[in-house]
């Protein structure tokens, strides 16, 4: 099992947002442990079967983790040494090549890959200096981050990819905490580079609300159903639309 905890990791880091990083850590190794104990319950053949991303299997699916935990390792590495490193060295191409190359795997290796590959981007935390936290750096995407939002970044990639593994582990498993600050996230994203067919997401379950457009009607939910429906992994049946109409489908985030 991973740990955030122990003794090497337990230096406390503070971001400019004052979330305290170690905590951060802590959540990332634990979202791993769960991703990992679903893992062990897989067969071998198992993880040949179709996920619940089009096209992938499971093992496209933990392989496309264990990749994206070295990726962010780069990233942690390029806040700390402001070297401007890529996140997937050789580009996008790269990257889908070792997912295809690794998605056949045998469940030992590929159980291995994602736990080796997650601890080692929990290594590359321990001399995790300010300058570093404070430091922007590049997602594939396009998109900048500080070097102290990684750990959550990782951890909103496991926990959605777990749900895509399609092992019994659903978006009704998240913490609502996690949910809500996956929105924090992601709202500003959708507004502004999304055709988002909903104006605002409305908690029932939190004093929150989320603008994922410049107008149209509200979405009304509980936290975890309004993420779930915003990452499109969820259709919204539990979600109810201002004006009773059906639910449409969120925009493809990723």
Known sequence: MLSGGSDKYRRRM??????DLQAALDEMAAATDRLLTSVDALSA???REPSLLPGWTRGHVLT?????????ANLVLAAVTGDG????????????????AGAGRHLADLRMDLADSSERLLEVFADF??????????????????????PAIRTREVEIHHVDLDAGYGPDDWDPDFAGRTLDQLAGLFKDARDCPVGTLV???????????????ALTGSTTALAAWLTGRSAGRDLSLDG???????????
């Open 14 to 19: 503070t971001g400019a947002d004052g979330r």
């Open 45 to 47: 053949e198992a993880c």
């Open 203 to 217: 908690a029932v379950d939190r004093d929150a609300r989320w603008e994922v457009a410049a107008d149209g009607p």
């Open 85 to 100: 490193r890529p996140m997937y060295p050789g580009g996008p191409d790269a990257r889908e090549t070792a997912i295809e």
């Open 129 to 150: 200096p300010p300058e570093a936290q404070a430091r922007e750096v590049a997602l594939r995407s396009g998109a900048t981050a500080y070097g102290w939002e990684i």
């Open 244 to 254: 009773a109409g059906e639910v449409p489908p969120a925009p493809r985030w990723t």
């Open 64 to 72: 496309h983790v264990a990749r994206n935990a070295d990726g962010l």
